[in-house]
């Protein structure tokens, strides 16, 4: 592609510059610039030596990663294996992992939690606190308000950022796991968790707004680049488009919803029930869009194509339309738990203040009706097929996702500890997401990289673990470029961002100029890189080096003796590069594609092989439910066609699963014409298809008659034909039907060796070839099956005996041969290729089990890459955005969101009737004193009522709880950072002074 040829122009460039940078400080002596490139804390970049090699060393470093990930996707050592799932083995390793991380429990932050009565917390009035902490025994819940607040830090809270990362990392586990293996039994599970990570974009980025108040175009920016930078990139050198990573424009475009709703009107965002009447017409916004089909989701996404491409098989605008349909209520209910947090914690440090029994009962109350929401959710919904479920996990997804979040949080202990293992997987989420599609698997997540053939656990470790190392170092580097580009300042912001842009283009000019005058190779893209590396080396030199060496040590400048070592290094190091790939290139395998029409040479080049079939998940179902026994040593095995390796590398031949037939095929028709053994061909592509029976003996099917089905949406005939002149007749009615068919599979000659005189025959073969050609003049491709091996001691007839022996069947085999008529079909499918080795097994001399047919059929499949185009199908009309509109289950979601909104409650009102029971307040009762400590500290406008005064006078300690702690450090995940609980402001600087309103 075009693309990656410019990305191998850019960062080929930076390489020679880098390189020759690099042998420039060691000639001369001088290491501080070598040395700055190490530093792990980013500085803005500036005009000077030291600034601008570390720039380079950090994008050479990236450069690699992703020739890295393109060498793995386009010329791997060995062919991408298949996806195959194993059920034991899947949830063996999901298991594996929660026994591993209860090793790596951790107490949060190192901070130990208070949990001595007499540590709890009383405020003036605190009647019940004070009987607590004298021992008094537990009085029944009075009617005035309880006052005793159980401490609280950001290590211990709801939703500690330690917590979140356990939530993301094991989430993300299991989302890798289920597309390694193509778990599709567990795709409803992974849909809620993409939703918790959809719903986590709201919480953090409300907690980031409300907090911060910074609306900046440099957060905005900053943002961006997060969620952004590495995808860019990976589109610009893999050829893809950003529709194949949904995740990054879904949480793009629900950060943006958040930002522009926080921005708006943001004096509102400190006002009780302003902020809530905003968030309110948002969400009539999200009903209106995506809940009624008014055509405002089109309106709205106007510019989106609707032509097919690469990750939006039906256009943008579908795609786009059915992911962000998805989730979208999921952001938005986070920002309504983010609103409501600072009440949330304190009512249930308050219930936690309680007697032991009080808040037992209490706590049950609130997890009882979340219990009872989560079982009919189990039950009902979640049960559904993978389509209808799609239907519906925008409107259910959340009650799992509040469920969890309760039960997590429901007792301080469980709180205040998290599993280090999760946490640290969580830290990388976007990137792991992202590089999942080219370096754990490949083929845009469709296939899995093969460093170790043969030995699928092995390789699994030993991928698994490059593939975590580079996600880590991608992260790092992300955030380092950012440090570096993209700093607290607008002006250096958009200046770097133009430089890049002006860089890309730069790259992609040279890239279409070298296509367009047809020279585009390894040593032209080689021969530009060094040239523009070598121009960008001497620029730097000229305008830095003096400078730079004049800092250092007087030796330095000896390094100017010899300017051209530096630039011969930075192109050796390219060229040396460049070599390796091409002999990676031409050592290795190729990337999986629609084979070229050059591999049908070798589609009947393969024999039958020995799998051992048993494995240990067989092995345990068949002893318990059949009572069989036995050790490895008692598998049976059985034999299955496969290809040898041809020296072509892009004749890689695969066995096609009914998925791939059905979108190769889907929409066109397949006609079969011959005899039986072109039948039984027939029936076993229906097998492939779905139809499990086709062929199955039965002796009220009438054998010698045509046959029509449709399958998956392919139109499949066979017509009866058994002799040269028959085929040629019904081979000229396919023709002049209305709609030409995909292809043609035609057979025969077995029934003119018993049934025709020579004279007729031959006639019979001349007029086929005529018709034949004719197929091929109309662009219709026909293929031509050569009659199986005869196994003639099984012949059951001396009519068969004597004329239709495997020697006499050669005959007729050379006859076609040599008369034309294989030379006039588009494919030839070799019968005795994929029989001869079965013969034995031919119970009437002619006929094979079904398994043998469907070793001929998959050779069919593989040629039908080139024998049948690829087919523009226009958008299915009920592929329309406003397709998964539920007026019902959105105006349900409308009413429960005002519920949250109106009633302050973080439970979506789980939790106002046990508040007002036990602690004599509504969680909207509880705003003020919530609120206020929030904004005390962080210096946001006074919240007016009683209990804030109250907390004003008597504001005696600082463990009140902190919603600083839902802010994120610049660390990564799938939810934008800043997203993710940190620790108090009191013990991580803000890194902006906020300022009121």
């Given at each position: 592609a075009t693309s990656s040829v410019a990305a191998a122009i850019l960062f080929g460039s930076v390489g020679v510059a880098c390189a020759g940078m690099y042998v420039r400080c060691n000639v001369a002596g001088d290491v501080r610039a070598i040395n700055a490139a190490y530093n792990p804390r980013a500085s803005p970049l500036t005009f000077s030596y030291a600034s601008v090699y570390t720039l380079f060393h950090h994008i050479t470093v990236f450069g690699a990663i992703l020739l890295f990930a393109y060498m793995a996707e386009f010329h791997p050592p060995y062919p991408h294996s298949e996806k195959s799932y194993d059920r034991d083995q899947f949830f063996f390793l999901t298991f594996l992992l929660i026994f591993a991380a209860c090793f790596t429990v951790r107490r949060n932050g190192g901070v130990t939690f208070l949990k001595d009565k007499d540590k709890v917390k009383k405020v003036k009035g605190g009647n019940e606190a004070a009987k607590l902490v004298d021992g008094a025994p537990p009085s029944p819940p009075s009617r005035e308000p309880v006052s005793a607040t159980a401490p609280a830090s950001p290590h211990n809270d709801v939703l500690s950022r330690d917590q979140t990362e356990e939530w993301k990392g094991w989430m993300q586990f299991m989302f890798l796991l289920y597309h390694y293996y193509h778990a599709e039994e567990v795709y409803n599970s992974i849909r809620i968790m993409i939703t918790c990570y959809v719903w986590m974009t709201g919480f953090g980025n409300f907690s980031f707004f409300y907090l911060k108040q910074d609306y900046s175009a440099v957060r905005v920016l900053q943002m961006l680049w997060r969620l952004n930078f590495l995808v860019f990139f990976l589109c610009l050198s893999q050829g893809t488009t950003y529709i194949l990573y949904y995740i990054c424009p879904l949480h793009t475009f629900f950060f943006g919803m958040v930002?522009?709703?926080?921005?708006?009107?943001?004096?509102?965002?400190?006002?009780k029930y302003g902020l809530r009447i905003k968030l309110a017409c948002l969400a009539f916004f999200i009903f209106l869009t995506w809940d009624v089909d008014t055509g405002l989701f089109q309106l709205l996404h106007f510019f989106l194509g609707r032509t097919p491409q690469l990750g939006a098989g039906v256009g943008v605008m579908w795609e786009w339309y059915f992911r962000s349909t998805l989730d979208h209520w999921s952001t938005f209910?986070?920002?309504?738990?983010?609103?409501?947090?600072?009440?949330?914690?304190?009512?249930?440090?308050?219930?936690?203040?309680?007697?032991?029994?009080?808040?037992?009962?209490?706590?049950?109350?609130?997890?009882?009706?979340?219990?009872?929401?989560?079982?009919?959710?189990?039950?009902?919904?979640?049960l559904q097929g993978k389509f209808d479920y799609n239907a519906t996990n925008c409107y259910y997804g959340f009650v799992p996702l509040i469920t969890y979040i309760y039960f997590r949080n429901i007792h301080p202990t469980l709180r205040s500890y998290s599993l280090n293992m999760l946490h640290e997987i969580g830290k990388t989420t976007l990137e792991t997401y992202l590089m999942q599609h080219h370096i754990w698997l490949t083929s845009n997540a469709k296939s899995l990289l093969t460093l170790v053939p043969g030995w699928p656990k092995v390789n699994f470790l030993v991928v698994t673990a490059i593939y975590f190392f580079v996600s880590r170092r991608l992260y790092k580097l992300t955030l380092y470029l950012r440090g570096m580009l993209m700093p607290d300042n607008v002006g250096t912001c958009l200046r770097s961002l133009a430089a890049i842009l002006g860089a890309v283009m730069a790259s992609y000019c040279a890239a279409v100029t070298l296509d367009f005058t047809g020279v585009v190779s390894?040593?032209?893209?080689?021969?530009?890189?060094?040239?523009?590396?070598?121009?960008?080396?001497?620029?730097?030199?000229?305008?830095?080096?003096?400078?730079?060496?004049?800092?250092?040590?007087?030796?330095?400048?000896?390094?100017?003796?010899?300017?051209?070592?530096?630039?011969?290094?930075?192109?050796?190091?390219?060229?040396?590069?460049?070599?390796?790939?091409?002999?990676?290139?031409?050592?290795?395998?190729?990337?999986?594609?629609?084979?070229?029409?050059?591999?049908?040479?070798?589609?009947?080049?393969?024999?039958?092989?020995?799998?051992?079939?048993?494995?240990?998940?067989?092995?345990?179902?068949?002893?318990?439910?059949?009572?069989?026994?036995?050790?490895?040593?008692?598998?049976?095995?059985?034999?299955v066609w496969g290809w040898n390796v041809p020296d072509d590398k892009r004749c890689r031949f695969v066995q096609r699963n009914a998925k791939s037939v059905k979108t190769a095929l889907a929409g066109g028709q397949v006609v079969f014409v011959g005899d039986s053994l072109t039948r039984n061909v027939y029936h076993a592509l229906c097998r492939v298809l779905g139809d499990t029976g086709a062929g199955a003996y039965s002796t009220d099917v009438e054998p010698h008659t045509d046959i029509t089905k449709e399958l998956a949406g392919v139109h499949l005939e066979f017509r009866w034909a058994p002799l040269a002149s028959e085929q040629a007749t019904r081979l000229a009615e396919v023709l002049k039907q209305r709609a030409a068919p995909d292809a043609i599979v035609m057979g025969g000659g077995l029934w003119d060796t018993l049934h025709s005189e020579k004279d007729i025959h031959e006639a019979g073969i001349k007029n086929l070839i005529k018709e034949m050609r004719a197929a091929d003049k109309a662009g219709v491709p026909v293929v031509w099956q050569v009659p199986t091996t005869i196994n003639d001691p099984a012949l059951n007839s001396e009519k068969k005996r004597g004329n239709m022996t495997e020697r006499e069947v050669q005959k007729v085999r050379d006859i076609y041969k040599a008369k034309g008529v294989l030379s006039s079909a588009r494919f030839v499918l070799d019968g005795p290729s994929f029989t001869s080795k079965r013969a034995a097994e031919s119970y009437d001399g002619v006929h094979y089990p079904a398994y043998v047919y469907d070793a001929g059929v998959q050779i069919l499949l593989n040629a039908f890459d080139w024998l049948v185009p690829e087919k523009y199908l226009p958008p299915n009309s009920q592929n329309e955005p406003g397709k998964n509109a539920n007026v019902f289950l959105g105006a349900m979601m409308l009413a429960l969101s005002f519920v949250g909104l109106f009633f302050f409650d973080g439970y979506f009102g789980a939790s106002v009737l046990v508040s007002k029971i036990f602690l004599g307040q509504t969680p909207s009762e509880l705003y003020a004193e919530a609120l206020a400590p929030v904004h005390e500290k962080h210096g946001l406008p006074a919240v007016a009522g009683e209990a804030a005064a109250v907390f004003k006078k008597n504001n005696e300690t600082d463990e009140d709880v902190e919603m600083s702690g839902l802010l994120l450090k610049d660390n990564d995940c799938l939810v934008p950072d800043h997203t993710k609980p940190t620790p108090s402001l009191s013990e991580e600087p803000l890194r902006k002074e906020t300022r009121a309103h």
């Open positions: 930002y522009v709703s926080m921005s708006t009107m943001r004096s509102l965002n400190y006002s209910l986070g920002m309504i738990f983010a609103a409501n947090f600072p009440i949330t914690s304190l009512l249930g440090r308050r219930l936690e203040a309680l007697p032991p029994a009080q808040h037992f009962i209490a706590k049950a109350a609130i997890g009882a009706p979340l219990l009872v929401a989560s079982y009919y959710w189990a039950t009902g919904p979640f390894l040593i032209s893209i080689c021969v530009v890189a060094v040239c523009g590396g070598t121009a960008l080396h001497i620029y730097i030199h000229t305008k830095t080096w003096k400078t730079h060496v004049s800092k250092g040590s007087p030796e330095a400048a000896a390094g100017e003796a010899n300017n051209m070592l530096p630039l011969v290094a930075g192109a050796a190091c390219l060229v040396f590069l460049a070599g390796g790939c091409r002999a990676a290139a031409l050592g290795g395998a190729g990337k999986v594609a629609a084979l070229p029409k050059e591999c049908g040479d070798f589609a009947n080049d393969g024999q039958w092989v020995q799998v051992n079939t048993c494995n240990e998940f067989q092995r345990g179902v068949v002893q318990i439910d059949y009572g069989v026994r036995g050790d490895l040593s008692d598998c049976g095995g059985r034999s």
